[in-house]
T-cell receptor, first 114, second 117 residues
Framework: DQQVKQNSPSLSVQEGRISILNCDYTNSMFDYFLWYKKYPAEGPTFLISISSIKDKNEDGRFTVFLNKSAKHLSLHIVPSQPGDSAVYFCAASRFRSNDYKLSFGAGTTVTVRA | DAGITQSPRHKVTETGTPVTLRCHQTENHRYMYWYRQDPGHGLRLIHYSYGVKDTDKGEVSDGYSVSRSKTEDFLLTLESATSSQTSVYFC????????????????FGAGSRLTVL
């Protein structure tokens, strides 16, 4: 059973506008949440992360929001640029598991239109 | 790719044949992982290693085995490949380098695309 879910397979947004990607999780034991970005024929690369004790983390154009009570997080990209067209994966981990493995969602394909 | 090399990058094989994918790292990291990526499923953990000769199963380990005889190499073996194992396989490493958030980031290789006919 997938513990991290991304229910929107795709998102199309105009250049310069905001992209909002959503992610839900079921395991309340997750301590950290991460977003990865993946271009075709490349491996996923780390984008931004947040601890479960925070509700917001910002890094340049990227902001992640966490609503722990709703088990929901979102990634905001403002403004969206053509180079942001990629697949975005939400991931989660448990610090105390000592194996540092990540559980991933199914991914959301973002297309930024010129 | 941060010192991670996967080989082969592409492979086509027939059902029932054995296949071995290799992950080689130059970062001297303790933790290594094998994931597979499939449409609608994202990335799913197959096996992982937390040291030489120390491995454990992930969520989709059936039909796969792994070995780690050296810190730098983590091998994924399909003893008898099936069409359901057609996928893109990613190796990842972790050196327990924590972000300011406290999160531990996995660094991924470029992937190995396997097609089983």
């Amino acid at each position: 059973d997938q513990q991290v879910k991304q229910n929107s397979p795709s998102l199309s947004v105009q250049e310069g506008r905001i992209s909002i990607l959503n992610c839900d999780y079921t395991n309340s034991m997750f301590d950290y949440f991460l977003w990865y970005k993946k271009y075709p024929a490349e491996g996923p690369t780390f984008l931004i992360s947040i601890s479960s004790i925070k509700d917001k983390n910002e890094d340049g154009r990227f902001t992640v929001f966490l609503n722990k009570s709703a088990k929901h997080l979102s990634l905001h990209i403002v403004p969206s640029q053509p180079g942001d067209s990629a697949v975005y994966f939400c991931a989660a981990s448990r610090f105390r598991s000592n194996d540092y493995k990540l559980s991933f969602g199914a991914g959301t394909t973002v297309t930024v239109r010129a | 790719d941060a010192g991670i090399t996967q080989s082969p990058r592409h492979k086509v094989t027939e059902t029932g044949t054995p296949v071995t994918l290799r992950c080689h790292q130059t970062e001297n990291h303790r933790y290594m992982y094998w994931y597979r990526q499939d449409p609608g499923h994202g990335l799913r953990l197959i096996h992982y290693s937390y040291g030489v000769k120390d491995t454990d199963k992930g969520e989709v380990s059936d039909g796969y085995s792994v070995s780690r005889s050296k810190t730098e190499d983590f091998l994924l073996t399909l003893e008898s490949a099936t069409s359901s194992q057609t996928s893109v396989y990613f190796c990842a490493i972790s050196g327990r380098e924590f972000q300011s958030s406290g999160a531990n980031v996995l660094t991924f290789g470029a992937g190995s695309r396997l097609t089983v006919l």
